[in-house]
């Protein structure tokens, strides 16, 4: 099995001369000087797709690209029945391996990953985690209502829930005017943005750090969903005492209703590696870890971008619109938006092309 | 094509060493990056991490300046415009470093980092299959448990300030961190959740063909006496693979110094005297020889490991 003569296709050869064929005194030498010409085609492209994916190559290398590849390793399985000579060995072997990675790993671009996420990969993924979902959901509702009753027994808890930063006029025994001021909104969008950005990215941080827990068996996810709902309860429950109840819901619905959904789903993703870890089912521990880790990705992955818009919404409109109709309908809209398209849209399934 | 050869029953093979079957059922040993090499990655992309945050701090600043001087002359509002401006790209500029770096890099086609790629590393899948964008999120998406809240944890603990919670908290994140230590494959915790593992990407040379110059040839013979080193079949058959390979790197390497000896204790063992001035002409025609016969042998099913078999 003489390999194709592909080197004359080209006409630049950055490789130099072999010594001539018939100097050699050993036949795996003869054997490999026959073929060495293919192997460093081979490398040469390798090295220049590492460098700068597919812009760098020619149609007719990258047409080349399999039969130089099924060249090397067709010479590597019969070179480990027939020569001694290990730097060729090695040589073969890593050259296999590299070329390996670009012949069978052909990545998607980012854009066409993106599009596939946006078209049905991330809303597919939410589906898929459904269960984790209703528990998280659960989780976080309790939390709420542990929160509330917690503040409504013993006021102190207040102080324990609730960090510093928040607890700046919105403290227990607060007039309603010094409540309804907290609620109310700023004359212009000055330094708004500023917010947001940091919104934003402590948010994204947040969800982030709930998914990762997840990796304990999700028990921490949870915890943490509790802990931050619970705020929340103490909040309503100061609010609802001051016959605040249906402006702090307005208030609070603008970007909550992005922002506790993506809380969800991070905790969700989180709690699915975990469940997955705990209850591996017919796969393995690592095979279930890593399918699930995947799909939580993509997840989280979209729970950035929802943090992106929440943290806009909270900026924004919530500190500019003040009307409890307007806060309603646009935090309303909102939830529909985002109940539609992870449940209602579903495309079929676009084929990876591999 | 010949059928795979298979190289896990073999004893002398490195005990870091993982296979993968391509689909023409090739097996490609992959050597597991070292704990040692990931460490030193990870130190430099901390390097690279903090020299990209420190320009892009002095340059915010130099900009800065710049706006406050071009606008304070005009209006107040224009210059905290241009400020504000500048603070949210610095803010989401630190969450994309944070987050966005490890996985730029390493959805690249060589799907390394910096760090990675100038220790000779790279991140695969476990399962041969391609490495996809989801697993490098996955994988990436971890570094806050394994990496930054350790350390947060770690540094704050001892000043008591959190008191047995700080305490309970770095141990309980010192798992993380600790995890590559606690498995055969080195896994991080991203790894496990993402299906991947670290591998070397090793970039070998392709070295010189041994029988082609030099006594080794086909015609060759020595250069400084012009002998003709030949060996008989009792000769050859003293040594086998492992020595066979043992030779090639030492004349290889291309000290001379070292060959002596060498060429002492072949002589000795095929009971030739040892003469002197002419070891590597020896050695080369000794190699070629037994090569040859190792390889023969080879073609009709018959092994011989080392001179022990």
Known sequence: ?354 | MSAAVSLRGLTNRPKQERYLVTPEGIEIPIMLASKGSRLGALILDFLFFFLVIYAVVYLVIFVAGGAADTFASDSIEGASGALEFLTILFILFLFFMRYGYFMAMELGPRSATWGKRIVGIRVAARDGGRLTPEAVIARNLLRDIELFMPLVFIMLAPGGEWGSYGVAGAVWFAIFMFFPFFNKDNLRAGDIIAGTWVVEAPRTKLAETMSTSGAAASSGSSTVTGAKYEFGEAELSVYGEHELQVLERLLREDKDEALGPVHETICRKIGWDPGAGDERAFLEAFYAQLRAKLEGDMRFGKRKANKHA
């Open chain 1, 1 to 354: 099995m003489k390999a194709p003569v592909l080197s004359s296709w080209f006409g630049k050869s950055a490789v130099a001369a072999p010594p001539d064929i018939e100097s050699a005194a050993l036949r795996s030498d003869r054997f490999r000087l026959e073929r060495e010409g293919d192997w460093q085609q081979l490398e040469d492209i390798v090295k220049r797709m590492e460098k700068g994916g597919l812009r760098r190559i020619s149609d007719e290398e990258l047409l080349a690209l399999p039969t130089l590849y099924r060249t090397a390793a067709s010479s590597l399985s019969v070179a480990r029945e027939t020569s001694l000579d290990a730097a060729t060995l090695s040589y073969l072997e890593a050259l296999v391996q590299r070329a390996w990675f670009q012949v069978y790993g052909p990545r998607k671009g980012f854009f066409a990953w993106f599009k596939e996420f946006i078209l049905g990969g991330w809303s597919r993924a939410v589906r898929e985690i459904w269960l984790d979902v209703c528990i998280a959901l659960f989780v976080m509702v309790a939390g709420t209502i542990v929160g509330w009753l917690l503040v409504a027994q013993n006021t102190d808890w207040y102080y324990r829930l609730i960090p510093g930063d928040f607890a700046d006029t919105r403290v227990p025994g607060a007039s309603r005017e010094a409540l309804m001021e907290t609620l109310g909104t700023e004359d212009s969008a000055d330094r708004l943005s500023i917010f947001a950005a940091s919104l934003f990215s402590n948010n994204a941080g947040v969800a982030i750090l709930a998914f990762a827990l997840g990796f304990a068996f999700g028990i921490p996810s949870l915890l943490l969903l509790v802990h931050n709902m619970a705020l929340l309860g103490a909040m309503m429950w100061l609010f609802v005492g001051a016959d605040l109840g249906v402006e702090f819901a307005a208030w609070l619905s603008v970007h909550g209703t992005t922002e506790l959904f993506a809380i969800l789903l991070a905790g969700a993703a989180g709690l699915h590696i975990g469940r997955s870890m705990a209850f591996p089912g017919d796969k393995s521990v690592l095979e279930a870890a890593a399918a699930s880790g995947r799909r939580g990705a993509v997840v989280m992955a979209g729970v950035v971008f929802m943090m992106v818009i929440a943290g806009l919404l909270e900026a924004f409109p919530r500190q500019l619109v003040g009307s409890v109709e307007g806060r309603f309908t646009i935090g309303g809209a909102f939830l529909v938006f985002w109940l539609t398209y992870f449940f209602l849209y579903r495309p079929a399934r676009v084929e990876d092309g591999l």
